[in-house]
C-alpha cells in the first residue's frame, strides 16, 4: 500500500478556486492509478476525478470541464485544480490509489488519505 497525505481545502466563495495535493509515500508512485472523491454530510462518498498511469483522465459529469487532475510522478504528488466553484461541491476531499484499474468505483481503491474539507460559500 501508499500512504497518502490530502492539503489545500479551505473556505472559498463561489466561483472561486482551490488546488488539492496529495502527497504519496513509495517509489512505486507513478505505476499507481489514481482517484479523488469527495464526501459531503450526510451523502455517500463519491467518485471526482482518476487518472491512469499513462497520465489519461476520467472525470465525474458534475465536475467536467471545471476540476483538472493531475500528476507529478518525480514529487510523489497528485492534485486536483478546482475552478468554478459552487456550494455543492462542499465536501471532504479524498486521495485514493488502487493497483488495479482507475475506476469510479471507491470499493476498488486500497489506499486512501485522511481527507482535506473543502467549503464553498454562496
Known amino acids: 500500500q501508499v500512504q497518502l497525505v490530502e492539503s489545500g481545502g479551505g473556505l472559498v466563495q463561489a466561483g472561486g478556486s482551490l488546488r488539492l495535493s496529495c502527497a504519496a509515500s513509495?517509489?512505486?508512485?507513478?505505476?499507481?492509478?489514481m482517484g479523488w472523491f469527495r464526501q459531503a454530510p450526510g451523502k455517500e462518498r463519491e467518485f471526482v476525478a482518476a487518472?491512469?498511469?499513462?497520465?489519461?483522465?476520467i472525470y465525474a459529469d458534475s465536475v467536467k470541464d471545471r476540476f483538472t487532475i493531475s500528476r507529478d510522478n518525480p514529487k510523489n504528488t497528485l492534485y486536483l485544480q478546482m475552478n468554478s466553484l459552487k456550494p455543492e461541491d462542499t465536501a471532504v476531499y479524498y486521495c485514493a490509489a488502487t493497483g488495479g484499474r482507475a475506476t469510479s468505483r471507491p470499493g476498488d481503491y486500497e489506499s486512501w488519505g485522511q481527507g482535506t474539507q473543502v467549503t464553498v460559500s454562496s
Open positions: 487518472i491512469r498511469w499513462t497520465g489519461s483522465t
Open positions: 513509495g517509489r512505486t508512485f507513478s505505476t499507481y492509478p
